[in-house]
């Protein structure tokens, strides 16, 4: 099987990105990925945009990647999410996206990592509300 395979499940797809790079890009990508999981038990693991893992929980929340010299988190919604740990190391321009880029021996904070899933977690959640306010509030209804 390789990481497109249109029979697999995403979590099965995810297993074979990670076998396909056994060098630190896999093993990144596999502690950044029990981080992602261990944060909240509602989180599901997709395969999109071709062949890239995606973890979402009420939306997406990050797709993943590979790179020659980075395993990239891009955090859909990164721009509006609290950043104590200043984990946030790419897309800083961006007025939505952020993400979490490693390179050859950086470490996964896993906690900081799991702050950060959370509050894009809660960050979903409050969507639908925030809309119906506002959709509320564009009405004149009280």
């Known amino acids: 099987m390789n990481a497109a395979d249109s029979t697999a499940t995403a979590s099965e797809n995810i297993d074979a990105l990670i076998a396909q790079h056994?060098?630190?890009r896999g093993e990144t990508l596999a502690q950044c990925r029990r981080a992602?999981?261990?944060a909240d038990p509602g989180v599901v693991e997709e395969w999109k945009y071709m062949g890239a893992p995606v973890?979402?929980?009420?939306?997406?929340?990050?797709a993943g990647g590979v790179f020659s010299r980075k395993v990239k988190l891009g955090f859909l919604w990164g721009a509006s999410?609290?950043?104590p740990q200043?984990?946030?190391?790419?897309?800083?321009g961006g007025k939505q996206r952020r993400s979490?880029?490693?390179?050859?021996?950086?470490?996964?904070?896993v906690e900081g990592l799991q702050e950060l899933v959370r509050a894009a977690i809660r960050?979903?959640?409050?969507k639908p509300a925030k809309r119906a306010a506002a959709k509320k509030a564009a009405s004149g209804n009280p």
Request: zero cysteines; hydrophobic letters at 45%; glycine letters at 8%.
């Open 22 to 24: 056994p060098d630190w």
């Open 36 to 38: 992602i999981l261990d």
């Open 55 to 62: 973890w979402s929980l009420d939306g997406m929340l990050i």
């Open 81 to 83: 999410l609290p950043d």
């Open 86 to 92: 200043h984990l946030f190391n790419g897309e800083l």
């Open 100 to 109: 979490v880029e490693f390179a050859e021996g950086d470490a996964v904070p």
């Open 123 to 126: 960050h979903n959640a409050e």
